[in-house]
Structure formats: structure tokens, C-alpha cells
């Protein structure tokens, strides 16, 4: 696979704020990578740099190996789904036939997007008579239009219904399996975590967490069990001894680092009887916040960026 | 090129509130011109000049004014609704979507110039035949026109580049006239050269203190200085959301 989105060492300041700062990550052919981060983090201008939208205050933005704006026929090579882009008064129809023009596609292309989305029936409505469903659904209309292999969706799933949601995950799954490319923002990392392949993390315009979702799970979301017993005290004193990291949470031992054998096995042998124990996967959203909580606490905790090339 | 200007006669085309602005357009430059005819040759108001004063103004000043408006308030809508985002992605060197939105608007003001100029003639010939007068809407007098709704045309463009909000660039476009009022109390006959007092020579109303040569090419530069301007600022600025 080849990277066919490279951000290396992009920065943005507006006015004294750096919205971003010192940014790399690469997109590979062919995967979906959610690109993360709560809201205010940086999303929007690494993808409206990427897009040609916004100029980088240093470091430099490549998608299909060139910048956008050197692309030749760009929509050929990308479709983006920006927060807003049609015209209120406009029909869905007349939007994307404008678009079809621009991107020198056939009008009966407008049809065919329209089908694909599942807006056929709305298809004369003015856009502001549209739910926020029907605006994504045609948002993502618009992207598709000139069928192109890299697709950069900013929230796509922002305020859809768990319906919606899942019928963008299926959507998106079937793209990715045909071959594309796709790079999604989102706020709301269980959005889109079954979605997929790969995560991208940034927090204040720093990246804090840049592998495959199943690893950055894996690394971040240890088992933890919370455990009632006869002996609490005891029972914490044994655990930690084990090397078991104990807090406690509303009169329970909450335990990481061991599993509910070597606990129950611990209280077997120390005689301590277990009234209630529990395993609990730690949430995405415990995922995502731990994260995006530690690089504000600490903003030197972040992932290395590669140096500019 | 020609695809970026074929969409954007589409996204003229598919708005209806665009349709309503030409229809009441060519409606008022109609009305004007009738009530005008009307009187023709009664109370002195018979020389060619005086006949053919409302059919310049109506088309040169309110059409062009109102086309600036218009292309203000559309340019400007771009970055209301979020659509300039759209048509960067289809035109990221923003030097050819300004050059295709200037000649867009630029054809648009020679188009319905010369349409509210023939529907102007159209209304004013046979009336003024019957009282055996004429109003000499000679060539010059005709270019002078469309030269006005041209470059008012590309001069809304431009302000709605500039400002990126509706309100302020239709504030700017139509708060010139009333400032140019105000400055030309100051100023004296140098406010001849302000945009707005340069239609009286252009157009050959009376009260003209330049000629219409000066005129035009007066209008020509503020034209260009007001596109220079949003040339620079539209390739320097980003678009956020």
C-alpha cells in the first residue's frame, strides 16, 4: 500500500493562535482512517488545507502526491464533503448538477448519486427544506459525483440518528471494499469505530495517538474489573502486591493490570469471599478522552512527528 | 475555463429568485420608459436628449446599480452558505474562479444592458413615431450604457469578494451613493470622478461636468483598482468554514 494522503510537518497559526501544530500522519491506499479529536482540535483545517482551502503556516499537505491545487481535474482524483456546500434554495437535483458540470460529468450521473444515497425521492426539494441526514446524504452525493478514488469527509456522521449511522458505516465499508481511499473526521470516536481501519488523534492541533484502531484499543482500553468483597482492604493489599493497579470507585475495588482469574484464584487462597465481580471493557469513549484529556494535561505527552523532509 | 463558466450559467439558471430579479428588472426599465413616453413632446420635454435621458438612466443607473447589488449579494452568498468551498474544489487556483465569476457577471450586465436598452427602444420608438419625435439613441450613447452595467457588474463581483458578507458588501455598493453625496459637498467638481457621479457624464445627462471620454475611462480604472483589489485579497485569504 502507498500513502496517498501525506500531511508532513503542517502547522496553521491564525493570528497568535496555532490552530495546528507540527502535524504528520500518512493515509494509505485503499483504508478508511478516522481522523479524531474533540471539537476545536484542528480537524477541519488539516482537511481544508488538505483541499487547498487554507494555506499551511509551515510544513506541507499532499494528497495523490501533489497539493490539491496542482492536481490536474481535482475532482477526478478527490471528492470532499465539506460542513456545508449547497445553496439553500437550490434543488438537491440542481446542486449536483452544477457540480456535475464542474467536475465534466454526464447529468445522468446526477441520477446515479442520488440513487446511491437514497435521496431519489427528495431529489426537487430545496436543500433547506433537507434533515441533517439528508444534508450528509448529500453531502456525500456531492463528493461522489466525479468518482473519485479518495474521498475527505469532514463529520459525516455529525447528528445523524444510530439508523444513519449505521447505514453511513455500511456505505463507507462497501467504498472502502470497491477501492477507495477514505479519510473522516469525527468528535465522536464511537461514530465511527466500526468503521475504521485506522485512527488519527489530534488534541489542540497535536497528533496524540496515530495507529490501527484494534492496537490503539488494545493499548489504551485494558480490561478493568470492579470487584465487592468480604475483606476490601485486604483484598486490595493482596492485588497489589500481584502488581494489580486498585482505586476505588462508589465502595468497589476497581482492579487493571490483572484479570478475574488471578483475582478470584488471589481470593480463594486468601480466603475472601467475592460478592460481585465484574469485567468492563473500557469504553471508546474512555479511550478518546483518556487521550485527548492527557495531551492537555500534559501537551509534551504527544507522539513524535516526523521531521519535515 | 469554459466549465467553470458553463456551471456557473447553471447556478444562475437554477435559482428562481434570479429569474425574479431580471423579470422585475426589465418590468420597472418598461414602466419607466412607458410613463416617460408618455409625456413625450408636451411641456418642452421633446429633444432628443431629454426623451432619451430615461432610457439611459433607467438602464445605465438602475440596472447597473441593481446588477452590482445583485452580483455583491451572490459572491458574498458564496461565503454565507458555505458554497465558495464548493467551487475551490473544483477551481483551486482561485485567479480562474475570480476570472469566471468576473466574466459571468461581466456577460450578464452586457446581456441584460442590452436587453433592457432594446426593451427600452422597443416600448419608446412606436410612441414617439406617433408624436413624429426621436430620441437618437445613437452607438456611442448605447456602448456608454453597457459599459455602465458592465462595469458595475464586475465592481459588485468584486465587493462581494472583498467583504465576504452580504450585508456589508450591499451596504458598501449602495452606501457609496449616498457617501459620494456627502464627499461631493466637500469636494466640488472632483466628485465628478466618483463611481456613482461618473454615470452623468457616461450616460450624457444634463448636469454632466467631464466629458464622456474622462468618464469612461475613469470608470474603466476604478473598475480595475476595485478587481485588483479582490484579486489580491481572494488569493491571499483562506476559506474557513
Known amino acids: ?54 494555506e499551511p503556516t509551515s510544513g506541507t499537505v499532499r494528497i495523490a502526491g501533489s497539493r490539491y491545487r496542482d492536481l490536474d481535474d481535482p475532482l477526478r482524483h478527490v471528492g470532499a464533503m465539506l460542513e456545508s456546500s449547497a445553496h439553500p434554495a437550490r434543488t438537491a437535483r440542481n446542486h449536483l448538477r452544477v457540480v456535475a458540470t464542474e467536475a465534466r460529468m454526464p447529468r445522468t450521473r446526477v441520477d446515479e448519486v442520488l440513487e446511491l444515497v437514497e ?48 447505514w453511513l458505516r455500511d456505505f463507507l465499508r462497501s467504498l472502502a471494499d470497491e477501492g477507495h481511499t477514505i479519510l473522516l473526521s469525527s468528535h465522536v470516536l464511537a461514530e465511527v469505530a466500526q468503521t475504521v481501519d485506522h485512527v488519527v488523534v489530534i488534541d489542540h492541533g497535536r497528533i496524540v495517538a496515530d495507529e490501527p484502531l484494534d492496537l490503539l484499543m488494545a493499548r489504551n482500553a485494558g480490561e478493568r474489573v470492579h470487584v465487592r468483597s468480604s475483606d476490601q482492604s485486604a483484598l486490595r493489599s493482596y492485588l497489589q502486591a500481584e502488581g494489580a493497579h486498585v482505586s476505588e470507585e462508589a465502595g468497589a475495588l476497581v482492579v487493571t493490570g490483572v484479570g478475574t482469574d488471578v483475582i478470584g484464584r488471589l481470593a480463594f487462597d486468601r480466603h475472601v469471599v467475592i460478592y460481585e465481580m465484574a469485567a468492563v471493557r473500557a469504553s471508546l469513549e474512555d479511550t478518546f478522552l483518556e487521550l485527548t484529556t492527557a495531551a492537555q494535561s500534559d501537551p509534551s505527552d504527544t507522539y513524535p512527528s516526523e521531521a519535515p523532509s | 475555463m469554459i466549465t467553470l463558466l458553463r456551471a456557473d450559467l447553471v447556478r444562475l439558471r437554477t435559482l428562481r429568485s434570479h429569474h425574479v430579479v431580471v423579470a422585475v428588472l426589465l418590468g420597472l426599465v418598461g414602466l419607466i420608459t412607458w410613463g416617460s413616453m408618455s409625456d413625450a413632446g408636451s411641456g418642452g420635454f421633446d429633444s432628443p436628449s431629454e426623451l432619451r435621458e430615461p432610457v439611459t438612466a433607467s438602464v445605465g443607473i438602475l440596472v447597473a446599480v441593481v446588477l452590482a447589488l445583485f452580483a455583491a449579494t451572490r459572491v458574498a452568498g458564496e461565503y454565507r452558505y458555505g458554497t465558495i468551498s464548493q467551487r475551490l474544489l473544483a477551481a483551486p487556483r482561485r485567479t480562474r474562479l475570480l476570472i469566471a465569476t468576473m466574466t459571468t457577471h461581466a456577460v450578464l ?70 457617501a459620494e453625496k456627502l464627499i461631493g459637498m466637500f469636494i466640488g467638481d472632483a466628485a465628478a470622478y466618483l463611481p456613482y457621479g461618473l454615470l452623468t457624464p457616461l450616460l ?31 488569493k491571499r485569504r483562506d476559506v474557513t468554514p
Open chain 1, 119 to 166: 435521496l431519489t425521492g427528495s431529489a426537487n426539494r430545496r436543500v433547506g427544506t433537507f434533515s441533517l441526514g439528508m444534508h450528509q446524504r448529500l453531502g456525500l452525493a456531492t463528493a461522489l459525483i466525479s468518482e473519485p478514488g479518495i474521498l475527505v469527509l469532514d463529520e459525516p456522521a455529525n447528528g445523524l440518528d444510530p439508523q444513519g449511522i449505521r
Open chain 2, 109 to 178: 450586465g452586457l446581456v441584460l444592458g442590452a436587453a433592457a436598452l432594446g426593451l427600452a427602444a422597443g416600448i419608446a420608438a412606436p410612441m414617439l413615431a406617433d408624436k413624429e419625435l426621436s430620441m437618437e439613441l445613437s452607438l456611442p450613447i448605447v456602448a456608454s450604457t453597457l459599459l455602465a452595467t458592465v462595469a458595475f457588474s464586475i465592481i459588485g463581483v468584486s465587493c462581494g469578494f472583498i467583504f465576504r458578507s452580504q450585508p456589508v458588501a450591499v451596504m458598501v455598493v449602495a452606501g457609496t451613493f449616498v
Open chain 1, 1 to 54: 500500500m502507498s500513502a496517498v494522503i501525506e500531511v508532513d510537518d503542517f502547522s496553521k497559526d491564525y493570528a497568535d493562535v496555532r490552530a495546528v501544530d507540527h502535524l504528520s500522519f500518512t493515509v494509505e491506499s485503499g483504508t478508511i482512517t478516522g481522523f479524531l479529536g474533540p471539537n476545536g482540535s484542528g480537524k477541519t483545517t488539516t482537511l481544508r488545507a488538505l483541499l487547498g482551502l487554507v
Open chain 2, 204 to 234: 450624457r445627462l444634463e448636469g454632466a461636468t467631464i466629458g464622456a471620454g474622462a468618464a469612461a475611462i475613469s470608470l474603466v480604472t476604478i473598475t480595475t483598482a476595485v478587481t485588483g483589489l479582490a484579486f489580491v485579497l481572494f
